[in-house]
């Protein structure tokens, strides 16, 4: 059995792995396709220092965007309440709903943070009074604030 060649992937490739990563190929599938393609390049000790800088690099890019996402969930919880006015008809229901867009405009407005609308999660808002709502600021960050429904 042939030996097997240590290589450090350029681009991400499906069933091997994503970029920046280790492999062991066969030596015909470096020799013949990876290399041609410039899909990879053979691991050298000063390539795979390399490869450590940038994962050091993205590992700290990780951490400082968590680190900004708690700040952003502690400004956001401390306002005891985001306040959105809608036309109000027979028995307190409101018209329409209260969308996610609402949301992130009366935030942006009182806290002038940007939020993506995507990360926002509603109840169903369908009368006037108090919810909760979460929002994923990061993956491994969320905050709940609450939304008090007024009548215009």
Same mark, same amino acid.
């Given at each position: ?19 920046? !990563? ?6 015909? +599938?470096?020799?013949? +396709?990876?290399?041609?393609? /410039?899909? #990879? ?23 400082? #965007? /968590? ?18 006015? /809608?036309?109000?008809g027979e028995g307190e229901a409101i ?25 926002? !999660? ?8 108090? +919810? ?10 969320? #905050?709940?604030? /609450?939304?008090?429904?007024?009548? #215009?």
């Amino acid at each position: 059995m042939s030996k097997r060649v240590p290589m450090v992937l350029s681009k991400s490739i499906s069933k091997l792995g994503k970029i920046g !990563d280790l492999v062991e190929v066969a030596p015909g +599938y470096a020799r013949n +396709y990876l290399l041609p393609q /410039k899909l #990879a390049v053979i691991a050298t000790s000063s390539i795979l220092k390399q490869v450590e800088q940038r994962k050091e690099k993205e590992s700290q890019r990780l951490l400082l #965007a /968590k680190q900004v996402a708690e700040e952003q969930k502690v400004s956001l919880e401390s306002v005891e309440s985001f306040t959105i006015s /809608k036309q109000v008809g027979e028995g307190e229901a409101i018209f329409g709903t209260v969308t996610s867009q609402e949301v992130v405009e009366i935030i942006q407005k009182i806290t002038n943070q940007e939020i993506d609308r995507r990360g926002v !999660d509603l109840p169903e808002i369908n009368q006037i009074g108090s +919810y909760e709502a979460t929002i994923k600021i990061h993956p491994e960050v969320i #905050a709940n604030i /609450k939304i008090q429904v007024v009548p #215009a």
